[in-house]
Structures are given as C-alpha cells and as structure tokens.
C-alpha cells in the first residue's frame, strides 16, 4: 500500500527557493515512479515533474525545466522537488503522485491508477 505525505510547502518571494518531501510510508516504494503535479486556483491539475523507479530517468514540463529538479532516495522511501527561480505562476497546491513502474513512461500518469498525496501549498509572491 502506499501512503504519501508531502511536506516543504510555504510562502517565498519570487526568485526564490522551496524544496519539497514525499514520504512514503510503504515498503515498496522502489516499484514506483514518482512524480509531482500542481493545481492553481481555478485550474486542472497539471503534470510538473516525474522520475523514474531508479531514479535514473527525469521528465519535467517545459515550464519548470532548468528550474526545477525532481531527485529521490529510495533507501529513505522520499522523493524530492528543488524549485529555484520561483515565479508567481508557480503557486499552486503541489501533489506527489506514484504508479508502479514499467507500465507507463513517465509523462503518462492514468488517474485511476495513480496514488496521490493530500497536497502541500505554495505561494510565491511578486
């Protein structure tokens, strides 16, 4: 089973740095990919970040790429998202997603079969 819990949130000025956690509390969690995806107010949640089972392989949206990094520690059952150079834009509730890994690439998340996390916000100002 798997329980994600996101952590790292908060409010920044734009230009700044947040890094944010997602623990898993299973103990499977390197049978995943894991990704990161975020929802502005008003707005479909929308796909950030992913990195692979092995943590060997990265897919970002083009919006966040040179910006962001995705990174993940299996021995810690976490993965990680450094978001430098924040924009105003980049507010958003952020969620930490995980499917299992070899069925799908990393740009491909099908929701029904798509763990989530509760969210955590963050606010960059201008």
């Known amino acids: 089973q798997v329980q994600l819990v996101e952590s790292g949130g908060g409010l920044v000025q734009a230009g700044g740095s947040l890094r944010l956690s997602c623990a898993d509390s299973?103990?499977?969690?390197?049978?995943?990919?894991m990704g990161w995806f975020r929802q502005a107010p008003g707005k479909e949640r929308e796909f950030a970040a992913a990195?692979?089972?092995?943590?060997?392989?990265?897919y970002y949206v083009d919006s966040v790429k040179g910006r962001f990094t995705i990174s993940r520690d299996n021995g810690k059952n976490t993965v990680y998202l450094q978001m430098n150079s924040l924009k105003p834009e980049d507010t958003a509730v952020y969620y930490c997603?995980?499917?299992?890994?070899?069925?799908?690439?990393?740009?491909?998340?099908?929701?029904?079969?798509?763990?989530w996390g509760q969210g955590t916000q963050v606010t960059v100002s201008s």
């Open positions: 299973g103990r499977t969690f390197s049978n995943y990919d």
């Open positions: 990195i692979n089972w092995s943590g060997r392989s990265t």
């Open positions: 997603a995980a499917k299992i890994r070899f069925r799908s690439g990393l740009g491909i998340w099908p929701y029904d079969n798509t763990y």
